[in-house]
């Protein structure tokens, strides 16, 4: 072989090596897929954190200490209110002495009122049934809605309560068929009711007034509808010397 040939195989053999050299590293690079990092558990858990939340009712439906029966002197009511506010019970002739005003859930610190009401509301047939206690539809829708909803009862079960309530309570014959203005201390009316009622004490019981006029005769009650003493409620009576009772009408 000549040296010229010789040369000219050595030249092929080094440009066919040199073509078959490493592979180029950028398009190596290029076919390698990137791993997926996996998620951060803060990620995992925020994303839990957005989905809806399970309903749930009114926290404060139902979670009460007591009841307070809350007795209205109607002749008051219509006298400051005139007869046009509530025919039904201010009419010229006025049968009724106390009434209903309501039945309240109550906190050792204070009222119980305004839950939410997302239920049912009393209906026409149960407002109608209510109206010897209550005499206007207005007050026994008001009532649900201010106190009934937290009570955690439905709108007939409370209103049976509100019912029950009230024949657990004696009127005094002071205030029972008389047709003339009386008057009386707060605490001659509380010894009255007490009197009447066998367990109920004189720290269970709050005589509010309207100026010098008796408005109310608030008495306080268990779940159970028995006498209690409260003296969250006892604080807020009346301290006047004398208070009045308006007449009572009747036909």
Known sequence: MTARIKAMLCLIIVIA???C??????ASSAQIPTPIAAKPAQESAASSD??????????KEGAFDFYVLSLSWSP?????????????????????????HGLWPQLESG????????????????VSSMLDLMPSPGLIRHEWNAHGACSGLSPKAYFAAVRKARGVVQIPDAFTGHDDAQTFSPAEIEAMFVKKNT?????GIAVTCSGRRLKEVRICL???????????????ACR????????????
């Open 21 to 26: 050299g490493a592979p180029d590293s950028s």
């Open 50 to 59: 957005n989905a809806e939340p399970s309903a749930v009712g009114d926290p």
């Open 222 to 236: 268990t779940k159970s509808l028995s006498f209690r003493t409260c003296s969250e409620v006892d604080r807020r």
């Open 240 to 251: 006047r010397d004398e208070i009045t009772a308006p007449a009572w009408r009747g036909g």
């Open 199 to 203: 367990g109920l004490r004189s720290e």
């Open 76 to 100: 008051t009511y219509c006298l400051e209110k005139g007869d046009a506010a509530e025919p039904a019970q201010c009419a010229v002739t006025r049968p009724f002495d106390f009434v209903v």
């Open 111 to 126: 009222p119980a009122e305004e839950c939410a009401v997302g239920g049912p509301r009393p209906n026409a047939a149960l």
């Open 17 to 19: 090596v040199s073509g």
